[in-house]
Structure formats: C-alpha cells, structure tokens
C-alpha cells in the first residue's frame, strides 16, 4: 500500500494528527450479502491483514478478536461502505463491543479507488480504500444505533410503505378488468374505499346485478359492513348501470373472478395497512420523546 498522500491535494486534512496516534488499527469492510471483506492498516497505510468473513455473529466475534490482537494495537477504528440490512448484524456485534464504526459512503469509495494502485475494483481493494478513506478523512460521520422505538418504526413506515405500492397497483390492475367488462360501474364507485370493493366481492357484471337484485345486493352489503344509510344509494347506481348495459364482453366470466379476487384482497390489505397503522401510532407515543 502507498505511502499517506502528501497534505498539499487539501483532501486529507489532521495528517499529522492521524499518524501521531499510537499503535492505531484502522479496518475497512466492504459488505456483501453472505460474506464480508475486511481489511486493516496501521497509522502509516501499511495493510496488515485481509480477511473474507461470513455474514453470521460467530464469524463477526472472530473478525472483532483478530482486529483486538493485531499488533497489540489499543485504538481500534472500523469503517463500513453501506448501512443496509446486509451490515445488520455486523454493526450490532461491534457497537454491543462498544467498537467505533465510521460510515464511508460508496460514492466517496468510488472517487478514492483511482487513488490508489493495484488491481482493478475487488471487495479486497475496496475494503482496503474503505479503511485509508476512514484513516485521512475527518468528515465522515460515526454511526450510531437508534433506540428500540425508532428502530422498529423505520421498519414499520418502511413496511407500510410496501404496502402502499401494492394497494395502488392492486386498485389500478382492478378498475383496468372492470372497465374491459362494465364501464358504467367502474365509474360509478370509489374503489379506493372499503364500501365500493365490497361490492365487487360478489357483483362486478351487469347480468349478476340485475338476477341479484335489491335485497340480495343490499344484504350483502349490510354482511360486510357498509354503513346502512349508504346502502339504498349503492344498489340504486349498481342496478341503474346494469341496466344500461346488456351485451356480455368476450371472457367476461374469467374477468369477473379476477375482479371478485382482487376486491376480496384489497379489503384484506386494507385492513393490513390500518391495523399497522394503529401498531405505528402506539409505538410512537410509546417513545420517550413523542410528546415534542
């Protein structure tokens, strides 16, 4: 490995501060998926060691004890290039080991790798420019460990979010089958709203509606919960479209089971999304600060 840059390139501010500090170890990991690669380097930018260590915590404890025996060394610096789930586990084991770990963006790994000679881009290399990058620089920001709370919060809104994706994809891939078959009723209805899919749960055709009629539609609506003075209005417009239409549009029978499937999944994942919304309220005014 190179020797530290000369100062005079105004990147690497605090040289002189970095190689007074005694006996340093600065390790780099690049993170991977099942694996990850470490690299360490002492004060100078001499490479101590390289290691490929697997994503589990016995592994991890192992990598942990090498680096508190390398060369005695009582200062101990980690750098990582992600904070994704895949360095999970990785920065719970060293922050529980009360270990110091810098975050090295990818981008800025990137820009230093033509900094230095050798081979072309390898987790090797990169761990190794993850470690000098940490040891030169003196922006780059520690990493801490949320509380509990906020922790499974981000996991919560991140969840909910998915959610979110698949209930407008589900709602568009729903009105898109409705209006091939029925268009008057694809727009008679918010389909956004519990009320308007519990409809199609059972009547998404012009010929179910008309043979149903309006005590069957109306009691079935009252069996899934719509409100009963919206009712009479709901089956009035249901008929009404039925009537205006009275030709059957080819693989109507196919779609309609589409139809009917997708509406009794989306009245599930509604009540998915608002059940994790009330489990999203509770932990935040569960949280030490929630009434700022």
């Known amino acids: 490995m190179p020797a530290e ?3 005079q390139s105004g990147h690497f501010d605090g040289r002189d501060s970095v190689t007074a500090q005694p006996q340093a170890v600065w390790i780099g990991i690049d993170i991977g998926k099942t694996h990850h690669q470490a690299a360490a380097i002492d004060n100078t930018g001499r490479q101590l060691w390289s290691v490929r260590v697997h994503n589990d915590q016995h592994s991890i404890e192992r990598l942990l004890d090498k680096a508190r025996t390398t060369d005695g060394s009582p200062v101990i610096r980690w750098a990582v290039d992600l904070t994704s789930p895949e360095s999970a586990l990785l920065l719970a084991v060293l922050v529980a080991a009360d270990q110091t770990v810098t975050y090295v963006p990818g981008r800025v790994v990137n820009r230093m790798t033509g900094a230095f000679p050798g081979e072309g881009k390898t987790d090797a290399k990169d761990a190794v420019v ?5 040891r030169l620089r003196r922006d780059l920001t520690t ?5 509990d709370v906020v922790a499974e919060l981000g996991l919560l ?3 909910r979010a998915d959610l979110m994706g698949e209930w407008v994809s589900r709602i568009n891939r729903l009105r898109a089958l409705l209006l091939r078959i029925f268009p008057e009723l694809e727009r008679a ?3 956004t709203t519990r009320t ?3 409809l199609l749960t059972r009547y998404c055709t012009p010929a179910a509606i008309r043979t149903a009629g309006t005590d069957e539609i109306g009691t079935h609506l009252r069996e899934l919960g719509v409100r009963r003075p919206t009712i009479p209005g709901m089956v009035t417009k249901a008929l009404a479209a039925a009537e205006a239409q009275t030709v059957a549009v080819q693989a109507e029978s196919t779609t309609e089971q589409l139809v009917i499937r997708l509406a009794e999944q989306l009245l599930d994942l509604d009540h998915e999304i608002k059940a994790l919304d009330k489990q999203i309220v509770e ?3 569960s949280h030490h600060q929630a009434h700022i």
Do not use: C, H, K, N
Request: aromatic letters at 16%.
């Open 157 to 159: 809104t991140a969840y």
């Open 283 to 285: 932990r935040f005014r």
């Open 5 to 7: 840059p000369s100062t």
């Open 189 to 191: 209805f918010d389909y």
């Open 130 to 134: 993850i470690a000098e990058t940490a």
């Open 196 to 198: 308007g899919l519990a």
């Open 143 to 147: 990493i801490t460990t949320p509380d």
